[in-house]
């Protein structure tokens, strides 16, 4: 693609970064056939095409239009285009600087704006969060339909015991999921502490930092990822990896290294954490489990972040296969569910008809459990459905 952004914009290190994923696309339109927006709406404009062109324009230009920011907005960031973009087309990247600008530069209605920054401020201030919930918890009747399952009462869990083994892994907790699904990480303490590993936690663990990326907030995500840096470094050198069982939060740590400044006080730190960060299903990946007792069948829903993102796609179902569990057909697996962390909030109408097309591939051979991966896609996705939606590995466990 011929590009010609402006001299100003080309000596930043956006405008550089810009300016060489637009080359590399050529136009070819493929990424379209897996875009979930795309399919939805059926407008060009809506598929990774047609955003490149708009952004495209918009550094061009320096004009911010309304047409952007609307397009733009409605993007899951689930890079199933790039899962299927035979050139390689960084495509997460270039709307990661496409945001950044219009949050900047072209400031929204004013009920949009004070709902984004709502969100970026609440949902990884896990402090806060913990107090709202609680107050809105009594209050759940009152609240519309769509919030209700998100505030239902957190089932009992006990926190396992820490055993002490010479193999040593740092165990996130994450933001939401610590509230809503706590037993998660009790399950996956228990399979390591089964295992030989002992699990660490810390507590001045921070917000990974995706969200507020994801909303164009790239200093609060930067103050995030800064904070992260700073409570997980002094543990890099006692543990063999850090592991996050959501995995939106692994595919953010796992990019810290081009997320995080190079020119930061941080930057080795940064890149270190990347390094180390890794997914559950990387690690269970060595370890051998026994059948289940009651091999259910199963409907799998992939998350983005984990088979577009992490490029992990399988991994989850070679672990439930080898447990004993009937893992059935899904079809158009690499569509989004339509969660995308903010996104069913902020973009109800297609969030919702994503996942009414996504339960009911996953319904279609009627699944006793949907397993997933992701506390977004879990909570998005049970509260349109009766099917009990469980993480992966409650069902390991």
């Not at 952004?5 to 405008?15: K, M, N, R």
């Amino acid at each position: 693609m011929r590009t010609e952004l402006p001299a100003t914009f080309l000596a930043t290190e956006d405008g550089r970064r810009a300016n060489a994923i637009l080359r590399s696309c050529v136009h070819c339109g493929f990424c379209n056939a897996t875009c979930p927006t795309y399919q939805v709406t059926g407008d060009e404009l809506d598929g990774p095409r047609g955003r490149i062109y708009l952004m495209k324009s918009m550094f061009e230009s320096g004009e911010i239009s309304g047409v952007v920011r609307e397009h733009l907005d409605r993007c899951l960031t689930c890079r199933s285009c790039e899962t299927t973009c035979p050139s390689g087309v960084r495509y997460s990247e270039l709307l990661e600087i496409g945001r950044s600008r219009i949050e900047k530069d072209a400031p929204r209605p004013l009920a949009k704006s004070l709902m984004r920054k709502l969100l970026g401020a609440v949902l990884p201030a896990k402090g806060l969060l913990t107090v709202l919930l609680r107050l809105g918890r009594p209050l759940r009747p009152l609240f519309p339909r769509k919030f209700r399952h998100y505030l239902a009462p957190v089932s009992a869990h006990a926190p396992q015991p820490r055993t002490q083994h010479a193999r040593k892994v740092l165990l996130l907790n994450g933001c939401v999921q610590r509230q809503l699904t706590p037993q998660v990480n009790d399950h996956l303490v228990a399979l390591l502490n089964a295992r030989g590993v002992t699990v660490i936690e810390v507590a001045d663990e921070a917000c990974c930092g995706g969200l507020n990326l994801h909303l164009g907030q790239d200093d609060a995500a930067h103050a995030s990822m800064t904070r992260n840096i700073k409570a997980l470094t002094p543990y890099l050198g006692e543990v063999e990896a850090i592991i996050s069982t959501a995995s939106g939060c692994g595919v953010t740590l796992k990019d810290y290294g081009r997320l995080y400044p190079a020119e930061g006080p941080l930057a080795a730190q940064a890149q270190a954490i990347a390094a180390k960060t890794v997914d559950a299903v990387e690690l269970l990946a060595h370890f051998e489990f026994k059948p289940a007792v009651q091999a259910r069948r199963i409907a799998v829903q992939t998350p983005c972040t984990l088979q577009h993102g992490q490029k992990l796609n399988g991994r989850m179902e070679v672990l439930l296969e080898r447990c004993g569990y009937d893992l059935l057909p899904v079809a158009e697996p690499h569509l989004c569910c339509g969660s995308a962390g903010t996104y069913s909030i902020l973009e109800p109408e297609i969030s919702d008809q994503l996942r009414t097309r996504k339960l009911a591939a996953l319904h279609k051979h009627q699944p006793e459990v949907i397993a997933t991966a992701n506390i977004g896609c879990q909570m998005h996705l049970a509260a349109g459905t009766s099917t009990p939606v469980l993480h992966w590995l409650t069902l390991l466990e």
